[in-house]
């Protein structure tokens, strides 16, 4: 059964850079369409980026865009987050899962355990 499992969250300043990763267990990211979300406290999830299955198509909410980049890993089992200028607001705990199909901004599977991301001010 497949599992998404997400890593590489951390404590980082204002203005700062953190790199997430996702890696599919038992299966692998380059047969899907994938996408990061995240959840701050007390608010409801959002889509934060996406990549299409062949990863030549990406999209961001506005909030994020020309600061996060979403790319997939050369190891074809990877879907990777780099995140630069990070700002209190990004701080939430970050999932990624899978979209239908490029510009969706709905997760379609189950949640792994995400990786909290924080940025102090």
């Known amino acids: 059964q497949e599992r998404l499992v997400e890593s590489g969250g951390g404590l980082v300043e204002t203005g700062g850079s953190l790199t997430l990763s996702c890696v599919i267990s038992?299966?692998?990211?380059?047969?899907?369409?994938m996408a990061w979300f995240r959840q701050a406290p007390e608010k409801e999830r959002e889509f934060v980026a996406g990549?299409?299955?062949?990863?030549?198509?990406?999209w961001y909410e506005d909030s994020v865009k020309d600061r996060f980049t979403i790319s997939k890993g050369d190891n074809k089992n990877t879907v990777n987050l780099q995140m630069n200028s990070l700002k209190p607001e990004d701080t939430a705990v970050y999932y990624c899962n899978y979209v239908d199909r490029p510009h969706q901004t709905i997760a379609l599977g189950s949640w792994g355990q995400g990786t909290q991301v924080t940025v102090s001010s």
């Open positions: 038992g299966g692998i990211v380059q047969s899907y369409t």
């Open positions: 990549i299409s299955r062949s990863g030549s198509i990406t």
